[in-house]
């Protein structure tokens, strides 16, 4: 293919190659506007964003919307709770689903298909939210973030994945470290884990996110202020907008108002996933490729 | 018999640490997955907070009955159907026509910074996704004001029902599409291109080789994809309509699970029948996985439980 790639490189670009070429950016183009959109909005003052809602950049220039988010707390305290529940949850869900992961890739073992079979059925069928409501209440997890941070980063698909991911290391090597005297566990800590790095960065980021991002449960579990997290912050904000509406009559229009701090607290909220994103971007082709196909 | 034990009793005494490393997943699973699924048998009861799950009293059937006699609960029916079948035919087809378009783009590199953009969205939450996009839209949003400056009128779009669907498939694609793509721009990397080379000496044009090689090659993968997104049927996408649903449009919009979670969380919550409706969910999108399996396999030779 790669001849024929250079070839066609050498023809000159035809109707068709521009036409491509239109449509991918039309959609680059309808994905990115509204991102920018928000942004400017975020650092735009009351007074002129009246006058110009349309506005490829800030006419007056503020970060007032922003200093008015930190100074009402909210947003440093769903920071706090966040970043806590997404460094604890990544840690003990990526340990669980990496040994489970590892236990599913050896060969075999008695009770493996059972095993597996119970993992992949919860896939396909979930007893609901109430009885799964019910269960956290159980276990006393109301009101905790620990109830998010035990729940939300282990599945099942992440793990037939990081499986599929393992069984192709090539089995000379723990033929190797067996005939050396290693048992299943040495194998797994001393020649698996470190073949799989890239594997274990790309779920790792995937796990982070996943807990990031997480707001379903810890709205339904968590109702105390100081417990919230980020995203149950954010939606807050973006809710309460109107009772916010008033905030912009002060100083002659120049403070901060509601779209522009609906749209900061989404840019305060996105800012660490920008950040991740790069390093994201490095991994998840691989990540998503490695067995995922061949379930 | 004996010795047959004894082989077992060596195997099982043999993998005791592979056993070691699953045991926290399966308390995972355990505790998370299949103690809430014994909670299904409240679906067949009148909960009471104070007898607890297994002490109420049991109705047998009648909270389903009654979800077929509950006008809302039909019309959230009706909607999860309507919207997930669309869905198949608005969202499902977008990535693969993303990644074939990508395909046929020329120059690494600028894929590479085109395919950056696309992925980005996938990575937020639907919180900050919901909000970005309905500042965007809003009556005073740049779309409106673009429509205005070019002498049309305003376009409530997040309050108008007959653009309240469409919309969520825009959106959708909007923040899912170049994520989706990637499983298959990487199954079109992996075809043989020698296939490329004789389709090539056969004189058939890219358009052709589009449709006669690569569409081909990656049928096995939309195969799969398709099959899950159908186990998935009843599932509309809880949080994306949840963001963008308003009382304007609860008529088309309310789905299954906005639903069980509008009764489940409001003044008289009937746990019972919340849990009916939900199981009832449950056991549809089990049965569309199975049928769709089933029937993919029958006509292709491989299915997902191959």
Redesign the interface.
């Given at each position: 293919m790669t001849e024929i790639r250079k070839k066609s490189r050498l023809n000159r670009a035809t109707g068709w190659d521009v036409l491509i070429v239109i449509i991918l950016t039309l959609i680059a183009i309808m994905i990115f506007l509204p991102f920018y959109n928000a942004v400017v909005i975020s650092l735009e003052t009351n007074r002129a964003y009246a006058l110009h809602p349309v506005s490829m950049y800030p006419v007056e220039f503020t970060l007032r919307n922003y200093a008015h988010l930190i100074e009402k707390g909210q947003i440093g305290v769903g920071y706090r709770n966040t970043i806590f529940i997404t460094f604890a949850g990544t840690v003990l869900s990526m340990f669980a689903m990496v040994a489970m992961a590892y236990a599913f890739s050896r060969k075999r073992f008695p009770g493996k298909k059972f095993f597996f079979l119970l993992m992949m059925f919860t896939m396909f069928f979930s007893g609901g939210m109430i009885p799964t409501y019910l269960q956290f209440k159980n276990l006393g997890l109301i009101n905790s973030v620990w109830a998010i941070i035990l729940y939300s980063g282990v599945s099942a698909y992440n793990i037939i994945i990081l499986k599929n991911g393992f069984e192709q290391t090539p089995p000379e090597l723990e033929e190797a470290a067996k005939i050396d005297g290693a048992n299943d566990l040495v194998i797994f800590l001393r020649v698996e884990l470190p073949l799989q790095g890239a594997l274990l960065a790309t779920f790792t980021l995937f796990t982070a996110v996943g807990y990031w991002n997480e707001w379903f449960w810890s709205t339904l579990l968590i109702n105390s202020g100081s417990k919230m997290t980020l995203q149950v912050v954010l939606k807050a904000i973006v809710a309460e907008s109107a009772a916010l509406e008033d905030v912009s009559t002060g100083e002659a229009g120049l403070d901060a108002f509601a779209q522009g701090i609906k749209m900061a607290a989404v840019m305060l909220t996105m800012v660490p996933i920008m950040c991740l994103y790069p390093f994201l971007q490095k991994y998840f082709v691989k990540g998503v490729l490695v067995g995922s196909v061949k379930m | 018999m004996r010795t047959r034990l004894n082989r077992?009793g060596r195997?099982?005494w043999?993998?005791r640490?592979?056993?070691?490393?699953?045991i926290?997943?399966?308390l995972?699973?355990i505790?998370?997955?299949?103690?809430?699924?014994?909670?299904?048998v409240?679906a067949f009861k009148k909960f009471n907070a104070r007898l607890g799950?297994w002490g109420s009293p049991s109705v047998g059937w009648a909270n389903f009955e009654r979800i077929f006699r509950t006008p809302d609960a039909l019309t959230a029916i009706k909607n999860t159907f309507e919207i997930n079948l669309s869905r198949l035919v608005f969202q499902f087809p977008a990535a693969i026509i993303?990644a074939l378009?990508?395909n046929?783009?020329?120059g690494t590199r600028t894929k590479r910074i085109?395919q950056?953009?696309?992925?980005?969205?996938h990575?937020?939450?639907?919180?900050?996704v919901s909000?970005?996009?309905s500042?965007?839209l809003a009556s005073?949003?740049?779309i409106n004001?673009?429509i205005v400056s070019l002498g049309g009128t305003r376009v409530n779009f997040l309050a108008d029902t007959a653009l309240f669907r469409p919309l969520l498939y825009l959106t959708h694609n909007?923040k899912e599409m170049?994520w989706d793509s990637?499983?298959y721009?990487?199954?079109i990397a992996g075809i043989d291109?020698t296939l490329?080379?004789a389709a090539?000496v056969d004189g058939a044009g890219?358009?052709q080789q589009v449709f006669h090689v690569t569409l081909p090659s990656i049928l096995?993968?939309i195969v799969?994809l398709f099959i899950l997104q159908v186990?998935r049927i009843m599932n509309a996408g809880?949080?994306q309509i949840f963001?963008m649903q308003n009382p304007a449009v609860m008529k088309v919009s309310d789905v299954l699970d906005t639903y069980?979670?509008s009764i489940?969380?409001k003044a008289t919550p009937n746990?019972g029948f919340?849990?009916a409706v939900?199981?009832f969910?449950?056991a549809i999108?089990?049965v569309m996985?199975l049928v769709a399996n089933f029937a993919v396999k029958k006509a292709s030779g491989s299915g997902?439980f191959a």
């Open positions: - | 077992l195997n099982i043999q993998a640490y592979i056993y070691m490393l699953l926290p997943g399966l995972f699973f505790i998370f997955h299949y103690v809430p699924m014994n909670g299904v409240l799950i993303l378009l990508l046929e783009m020329r085109y950056t953009i696309y992925t980005f969205p990575f937020l939450s639907w919180v900050v909000s970005i996009l500042n965007f005073g949003g740049l004001s673009v909007w170049g990637i499983i721009m990487a199954a291109p490329y080379e090539t890219r358009m096995s993968t799969i186990g809880f949080e963001y069980i979670y489940t969380f746990y919340s849990a939900g199981l969910k449950s999108n089990l996985l997902l």
